[in-house]
């Protein structure tokens, strides 16, 4: 199956401004990543959003789900497990140490949200069941899964049409593991894969090629 697939780099957010490898709780984006959001959302407008023929995703964090939010307000955009990225080793003990990324109610995750969205409903970020628990809140062991673009790409082939357009909003990490890529990404970076002639990436075909189209100008 071929598909029409875009990576965005999460916008700026708290962690990337103080320098931060890890941080107590799961940080919103900051001024500077709104307005890189809203650049962002300009050029999706005039270069990919033509035509109803696309679906969104993002990660459970924060910075992922206000980017695509604000980017793309008039779609549906789904949220999913695996496209989470997590810390080093070390890292990790440090902050379960701290008490950093506990699970959040996504009641009062979405009224922070709210700072950023105001006109936008919430409810198009679908919450996939198997994050959550009874209680509502984000399962513990999904903040200890690190997420895999493959992996999400084989677990939903199935609902992929042909030659759909796919925008998943995500982390650098996952991206440059994807693309095999050294080099870090500016925040907001929007990237073009695909891996043959007619600029579609085939699911069957691991052989990548990508081309950076959008880098915020703040």
């Known amino acids: 199956m071929k598909i029409d697939l875009y990576l965005v780099r999460h916008a700026e957010s708290q962690i990337n401004k103080n320098k931060l490898r890890f941080f107590k709780q799961d940080p919103h984006i900051t001024e500077k990543g709104l307005k890189q959001c809203l650049e962002l959302k300009t050029y999706i407008k005039k270069n990919i959003l033509p ?73 198009r970020l679908v919450i996939n069941p198997d994050i959550i628990d009874k209680k509502n809140n984000y399962k513990k062991k999904i903040y200890n899964q690190q997420g895999d673009l493959n992996i999400f790409l084989e677990k ?54 990508y081309k950076i189209l959008f880098e915020p100008s703040s």
Do not use: A
Request: proline fraction near 1%; include cysteine; charge should be positive.
């Open 51 to 123: 035509g109803k023929n696309l679906k969104c995703f993002c990660s459970i964090l924060l910075r992922t789900q206000e980017t695509s939010l604000l980017s793309i307000p008039r779609k549906k955009i789904y949220v999913s497990n695996y496209l989470k990225e997590i810390e080093n080793k070390f890292e990790k003990r440090l902050n379960l140490k701290l008490g950093n990324f506990s699970t959040r109610n996504i009641k009062k995750q979405r009224e922070r949200l709210k700072k950023y969205t105001e006109n936008i409903s919430l409810n």
């Open 156 to 209: 939903n082939k199935e609902n992929f049409k042909e030659n759909e357009k796919i925008i998943i909003f995500c982390h650098g990490k996952l991206i440059r593991d994807f693309l095999h890529r050294e080099e870090k990404l500016k925040n907001c970076s929007l990237i073009h894969v695909y891996n043959n002639k007619d600029k579609l990436f085939n699911l069957e075909n691991n052989k990548k090629k």
